[in-house]
């Protein structure tokens, strides 16, 4: 992470977060890529298992600089990144805002902001950290929510594993525009423009044993 | 891909597509699988490079068996899916229904659809598949929508990458039900339930170059 006089705070940038195409769409800013990280909670985690690639939806959590990604002691990835020498790993999060519908084929689009984050992610082994990292995983998707539940219990510490990812090699990328049509596109007699897309979180539900109230933290719900 | 006669027509089971956790949560069913991928139209791409895996977010579109995913000529996975060796890759897609918060920090959890398919991808070359291919991505994510624009022209197609997987190791794995709290704390005074998490396409907005009415395949969106 560097951060350089002239300019806010930014990761840094390396060939592989350095996009080949639609450049100006990109940005290393520590603020840009922490707003992305804060508004979606559902990543997508990949590694590579026996050479291949394996990419699974998870939840994680953003603690400063640092990701934490949520699994079980026995699944695949928390297995790979249980060891000293962790495991490589790429975390991306995406937001889509609208698909951008343009007079011609080629040049649809979509109104996206994602971020990529390439490292190493190592288990979380320090019950303090780990308790960071479990209360902030709760809190990331439902702000406010660890202070009312039932902690974990040892065995369910036991079966739980927190993977960590140090935010260093990582950038955003966004499309926030509308149509982009090519100039002797413009009169052709199709309809171009935006459909935009937003994820709802509607009243919560309560279950069949819930007799409280919907408290403060809910109630507030969705941000 | 096998269709068993004792049971609906599933893909073929491996080791990687049968879950340590929560088997009764996965299934090989073509019926569901596609049911889940015409669904959404956001696909989270992984592969290898350098030894790392990399995920990004892009489009695909689903055509019999095969997925679609779209590319330019010049992005890392197209030109890693040109050779005649194809590129392995894990595309996962994944819908969120709800979040699910219990009584206890430990069982909260997300209802969601998601599928996973692993395989080698080979860059479309064909020209007749190539037209399939990019009206399927165009109609995926908006029905009907290929036969109101401008198609692409020789320039454009070349500049246009597909690549294709055949679906044939994809498994789907899908949650759907209530706050599962374990029987010591349904007593507990602690609010449990759903928060419903739904993808919501509004009004389309017509651009300032559109001079025709709103169409019958964005009126009837979204779907």
Redesign the interface.
């Known amino acids: 992470m560097s951060t350089a006089a002239e300019g806010p705070a930014s990761y840094s940038r390396t060939p592989?977060t350095t996009p080949?195409?639609y450049k100006d769409r990109a940005t290393w800013e520590q603020e840009a890529i922490h707003d992305i990280l804060d508004s979606a909670y559902?990543c997508?985690?990949?590694?590579?298992?026996d050479?291949?690639?394996?990419?699974?939806?998870t939840?994680y959590a953003r603690v400063g600089s640092r990701l934490y990604v949520h699994g079980?002691t026995?699944?695949?990835p928390l297995r790979g990144a249980s060891g000293e020498q962790g495991m490589?790993?790429?975390?991306?999060v995406?937001l889509?805002d609208a698909?951008v519908?343009?007079?011609?084929?080629?040049n649809?689009s979509?109104n996206?902001r994602?971020v990529?984050a390439?490292g190493t992610a190592y288990q979380v082994t320090d019950p303090e950290e780990l308790d960071v990292a479990?209360?902030a995983l709760?809190d990331h998707?439902?702000p406010g929510?660890?202070a009312?539940?039932?902690?974990?219990?040892p065995k369910?510490l036991a079966?739980?594993a927190v993977i960590r990812l140090e935010l260093d090699e990582v950038s955003a990328k966004t499309r926030n525009d509308?149509?982009d049509?090519d100039p002797a596109?413009?009169?052709?007699?199709?309809?171009?423009?935006?459909?935009?897309?937003?994820?709802?979180?509607?009243?919560?539900?309560?279950?069949?044993?819930?007799?409280?109230?919907?408290?403060a933290h809910?109630s507030a719900?969705?941000r």
């Open positions: 592989r080949t195409r559902i997508h985690l990949g590694f590579v298992a050479g291949a690639p394996v990419v699974l939806p939840i079980s026995g699944s695949r490589p790993v790429c975390i991306t995406t889509v698909l519908l343009t007079k011609s084929a080629f649809h979509v996206f994602s990529v390439h479990l209360a709760v998707a439902v929510r660890s009312e539940v039932r902690p974990a219990n369910e079966a739980t509308g149509a049509d596109d413009l009169d052709l007699p199709y309809w171009a423009g935006l459909i935009p897309v937003t994820t709802v979180h509607g009243t919560p539900e309560p279950g069949e044993h819930t007799t409280v109230p919907l408290p809910l719900y969705p």
